[in-house]
């Protein structure tokens, strides 16, 4: 079975971190560049950061640029979100994406692109 499996949310004050997982099984994730998503309710989902396949490309949305930071370790097949300095507008679903249609830099933010979708981890930032 093909999935992606997220891991670490939680609720955390204003100004903590959060380290999310992403774990594929079922297939190999180092083919697919990856991306991390997020739904806040009653709001549209939003990529927040995707990183190429090899690890060499990434980008960031400009609300979490300087705070958040995506990797990957393609031996372990995973991918992580290091989210520093959370505030309350980060309070949402947080999804990880794989997909290789076309190259990075086209389907950064685009999530009709990916094909494989985990099933979300809750993060919540609140005093």
């Known amino acids: 079975q093909l999935q992606l499996v997220e891991s670490g949310g939680g609720l955390v004050q204003p100004g903590g971190s959060l380290r999310l997982s992403c774990a594929a099984s079922g297939f190999t994730l180092a083919y697919y560049n990856a991306g991390w998503f997020r739904q806040a309710p009653g709001k549209e989902r939003e990529g927040v950061a995707c990183?190429?396949?090899?690890?060499?490309?990434?980008k960031y949305t400009d609300s979490v640029k300087g705070r958040f930071i995506i990797s990957r370790d393609n031996a372990k097949n995973l991918v992580y979100l290091e989210m520093d300095n959370l505030q309350p507008e980060d309070t949402a679903v947080y999804y990880c994406a794989a997909g290789g249609r076309t190259k990075i830099q086209d389907m950064c933010r685009m999530a009709a692109l990916y094909d494989y979708w985990g099933q979300g981890t809750q993060v919540a930032v609140s005093s």
């Open positions: 990183i190429s396949s090899s690890g060499d490309w990434i």
